[in-house]
């Protein structure tokens, strides 16, 4: 696995959770990293903490539900480390509410951050990643819930379920412009609380733990690592073997 010393990654949804995690792992591997989120201390001081590490962070707030907000993230990166070579949809969220009772406005609201943020991010890092020579990478962060749900969640499953299938169709469309494509799924991913969990919520997966943001970040590793130009247009499952899993109440 290379380094990405002289890389620049743009990270959406960069100030907490995931986000937050895969920035410290660009970071840590030589990148330079336009860190994105929506206007508060949180991503500043990211930015801040990388940068005393050595690292070399920018943090530019944005909100995704404004359509102006992709090309206005597109065109930091380039003012900033001058160029961009891999772009990463994290950015989303999600409103846990009865189907009956979801109103219009909260569906386009889900909708419009994770499914059209994820579009207009990856459009407009596709017209920089273009003029490079070397093309780019971008991995959209989808959701085991693209493929099995809770009650619900419908405005956030259809959200994921639709960044797996512009994935593919984003992989092909780019692809003459050495533009690859990728999604990861990842199931239950601790977000610092591991030593908290329960035996049983580590014992039922098949991979016997519940999944960290390393592993994550492992998987963005190896998508986006310029060695790997034949892997393109996939859906990669993380999610310690979950949805392989038959379940059947006793």
């Known amino acids: 696995m290379t380094g990405f010393e002289g890389k620049t990654v743009v990270l959406t949804g960069a100030a907490g959770g995931i986000g937050r995690d895969l920035a410290r792992a660009y970071a840590g ?13 949180a991503g500043e001081a990211l930015a801040r903490e990388l940068n005393e590490a050595g690292g070399s962070a920018s943090f530019f707030p944005a909100d995704l539900a404004q359509p102006e907000a992709a ?3 597109m065109e930091a990166a380039v003012r900033t480390f001058g160029r961009i070579d891999i772009l990463i949809n994290n950015a989303g969220f999600g409103i846990w509410k009865p189907p009956l009772e979801l109103s219009v406005d909260e569906w386009d609201a889900v909708l419009n951050v994770n499914l059209r943020g994820t579009f207009l991010c990856s459009r407009e890092a596709a017209k920089v990643m273009k003029r490079q020579a070397q093309g780019g990478a971008i991995v959209n962060i989808a959701s085991t819930r693209a493929a099995q749900s809770e009650p619900n969640s419908e405005a956030y499953a259809a ?3 639709g960044i797996v299938a512009i994935t593919h169709a984003l ?6 412009d050495r533009i690859r494509v990728n999604a990861i799924s990842p199931g239950w991913i601790d ?3 591991f030593g908290e969990l329960r035996p049983e919520d580590h014992a039922q997966h098949p991979a016997g733990r519940v999944g960290r943001t ?3 970040a492992r998987a963005c590793f190896y998508l986006t690592d310029p060695d790997n130009d034949f892997v393109t ?7 310690g073997g979950m949805t392989r899993k038959m379940i059947y109440e006793e």
């Open 171 to 176: 992989a092909l469309s780019l692809g003459a």
């Open 159 to 161: 959200s994921k379920g």
């Open 29 to 41: 591997r030589g990148a330079a990293v336009l860190l994105t989120d929506l206007s508060g201390e």
């Open 233 to 239: 247009g996939i859906n990669l499952t993380v999610d």
């Open 214 to 216: 390393a592993d994550i």
């Open 71 to 73: 090309g206005l993230i």
């Open 191 to 193: 977000n610092g609380k």
